[in-house]
T-cell receptor, first 110, second 112 residues
Framework: GIQVEQSPPDLILQEGANSTLRCNFSDSVNNLQWFHQNPWGQLINLFYIPSGTKQNGRLSATTVATERYSLLYISSSQTTDSGVYFCAVGSSGGYQKVTFGIGTKLQVIP | NAGVTQTPKFRILKIGQSMTLQCTQDMNHNYMYWYRQDPGMGLKLIYYSVGAGITDKGEVPNGYNVSRSTTEDFPLRLELAAPSQTSVYFC???????????FGPGTRLTVL
């Protein structure tokens, strides 16, 4: 099956700093999502981005499907950005099997 | 959480007990999924359903059973709880516009 690697595994930022999280995947995908799991465990959809670039406020994401990676940019980080960021990819198939990476744990300190 | 509810929020079971985790969605989506998340890990697919009456195994189905008698409900059954089933369980639906998945709030289960 598809392998998903996320880097870095852990990241500590000073409030206001910028960061880039990376997701590499081993095969062609037709589905890629970024999630934020907050400290209470809730999974929040950030982006559905199988290709191209999207922006939502301080967050943006880019997926280069031909090179099998996606990047999540966080600008002007805030303490509420803390948590774990997951990349999840899916390949073609009727039920859309989705494979998760093990995440990047982000801590933003004041 | 895109109209996905899960009950209970927390549960402690003794080894060998059984229980059902409930998942309900109010948006008439056909595709529903059960995942488990172990500490420090991503989510792994247990079972999925593509519509009422149709279910199939995911990556880690052993020790679990599911049913889908209605579009709205997709319960997950643990028959003989084991410590290895201590995890957080998430139910998800596939959104109407394509491949995006939306998750419920999760059930934290501990088996002692």
């Amino acid at each position: 099956g598809i392998q998903v690697e996320q880097s870095p595994p852990d990241l500590i930022l000073q409030e206001g700093a910028n960061s880039t999280l990376r997701c590499n995947f081993s095969d062609s995908v037709n589905n890629l999502q970024w999630f934020h799991q907050n400290p209470w465990g809730q999974l929040i959809n950030l982006f559905y981005i199988p290709s191209g670039t999207k922006q939502n406020g301080r967050l943006s994401a880019t997926t280069v499907a031909t090179e099998r990676y996606s990047l999540l940019y966080i600008s002007s980080s805030q303490t509420t950005d803390s948590g774990v960021y997951f990349c999840a990819v899916g390949s073609s198939g009727g039920y859309q099997k989705v494979t998760f990476g093990i995440g990047t744990k982000l801590q933003v300190i004041p | 959480n895109a109209g996905v509810t899960q009950t209970p929020k927390f549960r402690i079971l003794k080894i060998g007990q059984s229980m059902t985790l409930q998942c309900t969605q109010d948006m008439n989506h056909n595709y529903m999924y059960w995942y488990r998340q172990d500490p420090g890990m991503g989510l792994k697919l247990i079972y999925y359903s593509v519509g009422a009456g149709i279910t199939d195994k995911g990556e880690v189905p052993n020790g679990y059973n599911v049913s889908r008698s209605t579009t709205e409900d997709f319960p997950l059954r643990l028959e003989l709880a084991a410590p290895s089933q201590t995890s957080v369980y998430f139910c998800a639906i596939r959104g109407p516009l394509g491949n995006e998945q939306f998750f419920g709030p999760g059930t934290r289960l501990t088996v002692l």
